[in-house]
């Protein structure tokens, strides 16, 4: 019984740690997220530490895994392919021939210093083995919000 309730309480820190502090490290990511952010993450590493009173030296993997977490790095990027699907597939015409600009751009090799959106996007679906969907620029219908809830 007292170990159901330490979970329950640990669970809470969690959602609230991300409700009010890994929203607001987060905010707009969805346009900067390709970037590592490694405060970030430790920030995010030392409320694990603290949530689990281990010492600093504690692996970081453990954390994750022993607290059912992953990087809040994967988080940015989960939001930069959902705004990305929402600017490749708008209606406004402005919004379209911007994009279709800066696709072209990725799709030449013109990168900008790696500055340019699209780039960014394209490298992190080739990254994740979704490069089909920028190829034939598909419509995306991925579950992201089912996976920020578990």
Not at 54 to 70: D, F, M, P, Q, W
Request: hydrophobic share 40%; glycine share 8%.
């Amino acid at each position: 019984m007292l170990k159901c309730a330490l979970i329950g309480f640990v669970s809470d820190k969690c959602k609230l740690f991300d409700s009010l502090v890994g929203s607001i490290l987060n905010y707009n990511a969805a346009v900067w997220g390709y970037y590592d952010a490694k405060n970030i993450e430790l920030i995010h590493c030392k409320f694990l530490r603290k949530v689990l009173g281990v010492k600093g030296s504690a692996n970081t993997i453990g954390l994750y895994g022993e607290l059912g977490r992953y990087p809040m790095k994967i988080m940015r990027e989960i939001l930069m392919i959902k705004y990305w699907s929402k600017i490749a597939y708008s209606e406004n015409p402005l919004i379209k021939a911007i994009y279709n600009m800066m696709r072209n751009n990725a799709n030449n090799g013109c990168t900008y210093g790696s500055l340019n959106y699209a780039y960014q996007v394209k490298t992190l679906l080739q990254k994740n083995g979704l490069m089909h969907i920028w190829i034939r620029k598909e419509s995306i219908d991925m579950q992201f919000d089912k996976l920020q809830k578990e």
